[in-house]
């Protein structure tokens, strides 16, 4: 069937450093992929997204490629900030109907 | 601006009692869909209704019931709340199927 794995949490970086948050899925067909992020006591919000291979999403410093040959979507971003703590979400739409299926998040906290 | 409000943030109930969690989205989306987040687990899918009147069952729908009788109003139902339903429960909406979706800030649920 579909899923999505994520890296385990929490990523404890300091303020300026590289993140990677890996994302892997299986899916059949070509599937939608999604990063989400949900803040402290918020609901998610959409990151960024990529809807066909070797897309490349972007978003506030953001980038994920969409990686048919690995089955990857892996977060980036160069230079993290404290306000980048949060949960990240790696998602997945299946072809048909807008249903998302998620990985189990990874959360990122960013000490100054 | 994008609005999905949740009636509840935080809500204790007994085990054997009837729960309702309410959603209200103000941007006339078609889609609503609840979802259920625990640790490790990521986001999964209870039910979605594409229209008024309308539901489908997610991928987790046993002990759960969904009322969707005005287009903007989407009402998450436990029957009969057991510990085992403790959780935190995010309504989203979205335009069309394979719109981006917005989620609400999460109602956290507590059965004792």
């Known amino acids: 069937g579909n899923s999505v794995t994520q890296m385990e949490g929490p990523v404890t970086l300091s303020e300026e450093a590289f993140l990677t948050i890996n994302c892997t899925y299986t899916?059949?067909?070509?599937?939608?992929l999604f990063w989400y992020v949900q803040y402290p006591g918020e609901g998610l919000q959409l990151l960024l997204k990529a809807t066909k291979a070797d897309d490349k999403g972007s978003n506030k410093g953001f980038e994920a490629t969409y990686r048919k040959e690995t089955t990857s979507f892996h977060l980036e971003k160069g230079s993290v900030q404290v306000s980048d703590s949060a949960v990240y979400f790696c998602a997945l739409r299946r072809n048909q109907g807008g249903k998302l299926i998620f990985g189990q998040g990874t959360e990122l906290s960013v000490k100054p | 601006d994008v609005k999905v409000t949740q009636s509840s943030r935080y809500l204790v109930k007994r085990t054997g009692e009837k729960v309702f969690l309410e959603c209200v989205q103000d941007m006339d989306h078609e889609n609503m869909f609840w979802y259920r987040q625990d640790p490790g687990l990521g986001l999964r899918l209870i039910y979605f209704s594409y229209d008024v009147k309308m539901k489908e069952k997610g991928d987790i729908p046993e002990g759960y019931s969904v009322s969707r009788e005005k287009k903007e109003r989407f009402s998450l139902i436990l029957e009969s709340a057991s510990t085992n339903q403790t959780s935190m429960y995010l309504c989203a909406s979205s335009f069309r199927q394979s719109s981006e979706q917005y989620f609400g800030p999460g109602t956290r649920l507590t059965v004792t």
């Open positions: 899916a059949t067909g070509y599937p939608s």
